[in-house]
């Protein structure tokens, strides 16, 4: 889980793929669709696609010279339940455990 964690963290490090995570959250959308927000290079903003499939956040489909993009809830899933096990050991220490300034 510790690879997921990390691929999934490291994807969502940056601005330019949150944004693209929350236009996909409405539905797909086509490549071309995803770029016209984002002032840079179709080759780069491929390369930002590129780590979200990686970490499988996304997946994309290609139909003829159209390839769409679909979100993948499997991660969000998985990090969510990483998260709430975090949480639940954050709220269950012992007063005694936690830092003193």
């Known amino acids: 889980m510790t ?3 990390d691929f999934f963290f490291g994807a969502m490090s940056d601005p330019t793929r949150r ?19 984002h002032k840079m290079a179709l080759p780069t903003f491929m390369r930002h696609l590129g780590v979200l499939e990686k970490a499988g956040i996304i997946r994309s489909i290609k139909r003829g010279r159209v390839r769409t993009c679909y979100l993948e809830p499997s991660p ?22 936690t830092p003193k300034d």
């Open 3 to 5: 690879d997921k964690l």
């Open 76 to 97: 969000l899933v998985e990090v969510q339940g990483w998260l709430a096990w975090q949480r639940e050991i954050w709220e269950h220490r012992d007063a005694g455990d």
């Open 19 to 37: 944004a693209v995570i929350e236009h996909l959250a409405h539905g797909p959308a086509t490549v071309t669709t995803l770029h016209g927000p």
